[in-house]
T-cell receptor, first 114, second 110 residues
Framework: DSGVTQTPKHLITATGQRVTLRCSPR?????VYWYQQSLDQGLQFLIQ???????AKGNILERFSAQQFPDLHSELNLSSLELGDSALYFC?????????????FGPGTRLLVL | GESVGLHLPTLSVQEGDNSIINCAYS??????FIWYKQESGKGPQFIID?????DKRQGQRVTVLLNKTVKHLSLQIAATQPGDSAVYFC?????????FGTGTSLTVIP
């Protein structure tokens, strides 16, 4: 158990809908990262938050957004969902802001868009 | 984007044998590398890391080798056990973010 929690574990929704994925980092970690993992690709970095502020952006679509709250938990919002958004979404956390630090991953949220 | 690839998508080994999983990376600026293990239904789990100022690093039953000349990384698992069955993938970091390979599926035959 990495200490990173994610909810929900599974999510089934329809195209055009909007969903929110939630992540709580390990105790003491200030950075939260979001990743997308689809069947035909490796983990794709989406976005990083550090202590409430956006720190780095990867391949995140404009339809996706995220935020980190004062209690350090983070939410990833996915809107206008398309079939291709079906994937595993992972959250990871690390102590500081550097992307070179070891990141500890949560169990993921499996999203299925029908 | 970055290209982090693996030489073999699947690997089967006999329990007790040593396993070697390979990874090729494309960015010569990458100076930090991590190997992750991902079991079915779980998130990636950190195994071992190595920085570019090193050629080799050992952990418990695992060794990572880095060859910067040919941009190649390998993970060696000694005395492979059934619990080692999982997908293993490498990640490279050129300074801004991690880029992950698609993974090699390791199956340990009892």
């Amino acid at each position: 158990d990495s200490g990173v929690t994610q909810t929900p574990k599974h999510l089934i929704t329809a195209t055009g809908q909007r969903v929110t994925l939630r992540c709580s980092p390990r105790s003491g970690d200030l950075s939260v990262y979001w990743y997308q993992q689809s069947l035909d690709q490796g983990l794709q970095f989406l976005i990083q938050y550090y202590n409430g502020e956006e720190r780095a952006k990867g391949n995140i679509l404009e339809r996706f957004s995220a935020q980190q709250f004062p209690d350090l938990h983070s939410e990833l919002n996915l809107s206008s969902l398309e079939l291709g958004d079906s994937a595993l979404y992972f959250c990871a956390s690390s102590v500081g802001w550097s992307t070179r630090e070891t990141q500890y991953f949560g169990p993921g949220t499996r999203l299925l868009v029908l | 984007g970055e290209s982090v690839g693996l030489h073999l998508p699947t690997l089967s080994v006999q329990e007790g044998d040593n396993s070697i999983i390979n990874c090729a990376y494309s960015n010569s600026a990458s100076d930090y590398f991590i190997w992750y293990k991902q079991e079915s239904g779980k998130g990636p789990q950190f195994i071992i890391d190595i920085r570019s100022n090193m050629d080799k690093r050992q952990g418990q039953r695992v060794t990572v080798l880095l060859n910067k000349t040919v941009k190649h990384l390998s993970l060696q698992i000694a005395a492979t056990q059934p619990g080692d069955s999982a997908v293993y993938f490498c990640a490279e970091n050129p300074g801004n973010q991690f880029y992950f390979g698609t993974g090699t599926s390791l199956t340990v035959i009892p």
